[in-house]
């Protein structure tokens, strides 16, 4: 977001931590569409462990964490696991063109918030903002700003809510 | 007339206790390419960094988000910087911008406009897109951190104390950096004389 000058500076090096929420949250259903125009809904995804990443182009943070969610993706895609980035307020076109420059081009699934109001929903202030979803439906983690989300400390969260 | 001094007394030392106020560890960094420079400050388990942004890029965000022509101006005629704010320490951490001001040359205070307050102009001008500000307020747990634009209406040639503030275990703490300035309109073609 803030030019070739500010991606130049070090930006804060990607941690792993996720916060575990003391107490889990339902997790607001939404429905949206991908790419393609087709439809997501939340609840279809009952019975998997969920990474909800909230992002845009614009945000640096977001592009950064973005490989790691890509490897987390393949290392778990044969699993009751699924990554869900939320982009915000963007179109396809663009999107398209965008993760067509990154290092690693993203396989999981990617859905357009075109009016926020999911963001709104899930109260996400700034971007990237992520959230661990357990397989009932309730947000059990959150993450805000990026993330390494393929360290195995993040692996064995969602193993450990797999094994619930 | 005891009792209200005692009152006075026990207050004072409250506010000693649940406030601190330290000397930054506070940066500077010159982008060699466009002169542009970057406040690091870091002190208690908070940092900041302030990263001056030319009014071009501004326009050149929000024309991308199809903001009105006169809000893009109005926005790009504030000198925005790029900030980066994160909890280093290891417990949960709080701040508000409301907290945060700026202090000119004269002397005078001014608080740092909000992403409400600019959220709130900006549905009068009919835009309804909300990101790229610098949120209101946050409580940061271990690890968390943010980034957004903090706006700063002041001259573009003046030069000011930027003031901010943040909560760390029940303790509010205070952060200076001095002597900032903003971009410059435009970027020149040597930056060694910015």
Redesign the interface.
């Known amino acids: 977001?803030?030019?070739?000058?500010?991606a130049?500076?070090q930006?804060?090096k990607l941690?792993?931590?996720l916060?575990a929420l003391s107490k889990p949250i339902p997790a607001p259903d939404f429905t949206l569409e991908d790419m393609d125009a087709t439809k997501f809904s939340l609840q279809d995804y009952r019975g998997k462990v969920i990474l909800l990443n909230f992002w845009?182009t614009?945000?640096?943070?977001c592009r950064r964490e973005m490989p790691s969610m890509e490897r987390l993706h393949q290392n778990f895609k044969d699993k009751e696991f699924i990554v869900l980035a939320i982009n915000?307020?963007e179109d396809g076109d663009h999107v398209f063109a965008y993760t067509g420059q990154l290092e690693i081009d993203p396989t999981f699934t990617i859905l357009f918030d075109k009016?926020?109001t999911v963001s709104r929903a899930y109260r996400v202030?700034?971007?990237p903002t992520t959230y661990l979803i357990d397989k009932k439906g309730n947000i059990r983690f959150?993450?805000?700003?990026?993330?390494e989300f393929d360290h195995p400390e993040v692996e064995k969260l969602i193993l450990q809510l797999m094994q619930e | 007339m005891q009792a209200s001094k005692n009152i006075l007394i026990s207050a004072l030392c409250s506010l000693a206790v649940l406030s601190s106020s330290h000397a930054a560890d506070v940066s500077i960094h010159k982008n060699k390419e466009s002169g542009l420079l970057t406040w690091t400050s870091k002190d208690d388990g908070f940092s900041i960094e302030l990263i001056q942004l030319i009014p071009d890029f501004i326009r050149a965000i929000y024309n991308k988000h199809d903001f009105p022509v006169d809000e893009v101006e109005r926005i790009a005629g504030y000198c925005l910087f790029g900030t980066i704010i994160q909890n280093t320490s290891q417990q949960q951490l709080s701040y508000r911008v409301s907290d945060w001001r700026y202090v000119d040359k004269k002397g005078r205070s001014y608080p740092v406009k909000t992403k409400t307050q600019w959220l709130e102009e900006w549905r009068k001008a009919g835009v309804t897109f909300s990101w790229t500000l610098l949120p209101d307020s946050g409580d940061f747990e271990i690890g968390d951190w943010q980034q957004g634009f903090t706006t700063v209406q002041l001259d573009r040639n003046e030069h000011f104390d930027f003031i901010y503030t943040w909560t760390l275990d029940g303790i509010r703490h205070e952060g200076k950096i001095e002597d900032m300035s903003c971009a410059p309109a435009s970027l020149s073609t040597n930056p060694s004389k910015q």
């Not at chain 1, 977001?1 to 500010?6: G, I, K, N, R, V």
């Not at chain 1, 614009?58 to 943070?61: E, F, G, K």
């Open positions: 977001m803030f030019t070739a000058q500010a130049e500076r930006q804060p941690g792993y931590r916060t845009a614009w945000c640096p943070p915000q307020m009016d926020s202030q700034g971007l959150r993450a805000i700003g990026g993330r």
